[in-house]
């Protein structure tokens, strides 16, 4: 089993920056997909940024392109979102996502961090 705990949201002023973590424990397999999603209240939640294992790609939602980073430290099993130049509509609840296949004919195990709070003052 699988757990994923977030850090570093907070409170910034428009134009900051914060950084998220995602810390993984248990069993990590090779072929991965992670993401960063964020929800709003009344509103679905989104995918701003996702990476595979697989070719190493890595996809931002248009609105945080240039902005966002996604990276990831595979010796310490954690997953990043570096965010620069928020701004006040990046304001969310940020969630990290893991899926993973032990075998790639099965469907994906899939993963939620607990979500961590980021609010960007204007």
């Known amino acids: 089993q699988v757990q994923l705990v977030e850090s570093g949201g907070g409170v910034v002023q428009a134009g900051g920056s914060l950084r998220l973590s995602c810390e993984a424990s248990?069993?990590?397999?090779?072929?991965?997909?992670w993401a960063w999603y964020r929800q709003t209240p009344g509103m679905e939640r989104e995918q701003v940024a996702s990476?595979?294992?697989?070719?190493?790609?890595?996809n931002y939602a248009d609105s945080v392109k240039g902005r966002f980073t996604i990276s990831r430290d595979l010796a310490k099993k954690t997953l990043y979102l570096n965010m620069n130049n928020l701004k006040p509509e990046d304001t969310a609840v940020y969630y990290c996502?893991?899926?993973?296949?032990?075998?790639?004919?099965?469907?994906?195990?899939?993963?939620w961090g607990q979500g961590a709070q980021v609010t960007v003052s204007s």
């Open positions: 996502k893991l899926s993973q296949w032990p075998r790639n004919w099965e469907p994906p195990h899939e993963y």
């Open positions: 990476m595979s294992s697989a070719d190493g790609s890595r």
């Open positions: 248990g069993t990590l397999y090779a072929l991965q997909t």
